[in-house]
């Protein structure tokens, strides 16, 4: 069974940074794509940032120039590097894997900007 677990969330003055993880089980970490979402409150979950399996890496516009993703296979994990956070990147942030035709989410993170 596939499982994720992401940690690093907090509460950060704007133009502050975080850097969250996501530790990923149960299945081959290496081959699979994985994802960051967020969903601020009374929003739709929305896309954040992916990093493929090789390595290449996409960005939402919102997070573009200011968000890394990155992977540790060695250790299962994938980070979001966050600099620079304003106000409306507070969110519950979420890890995605799809799998096997199911999609995981693990149970999320809260980011908290104050202005």
């Known amino acids: 069974q596939a499982q994720l677990a992401e940690s690093g969330g907090g509460l950060v003055q704007a133009g502050g940074s975080l850097r969250l993880s996501c530790a990923a089980s149960?299945?081959?970490?290496?081959?699979?794509?994985m994802r960051w979402y967020r969903q601020a409150p009374g929003k739709e979950r929305e896309f954040v940032a992916t990093?493929?399996?090789?390595?290449?890496?996409y960005y939402a516009d919102s997070a573009k120039g200011r968000f890394t993703i990155a992977r540790d296979n060695a250790k299962n994990t994938v980070t979001l590097q966050m600099n620079s956070l304003k106000p409306e990147d507070t969110a519950v942030y979420y890890c995605k894997l799809l799998h096997r035709g199911s999609v995981y989410w693990g149970q999320g993170t809260q980011v908290t900007v104050s202005s």
């Open positions: 990093i493929t399996s090789g390595g290449s890496t």
């Open positions: 149960g299945f081959i970490f290496s081959i699979y794509d």
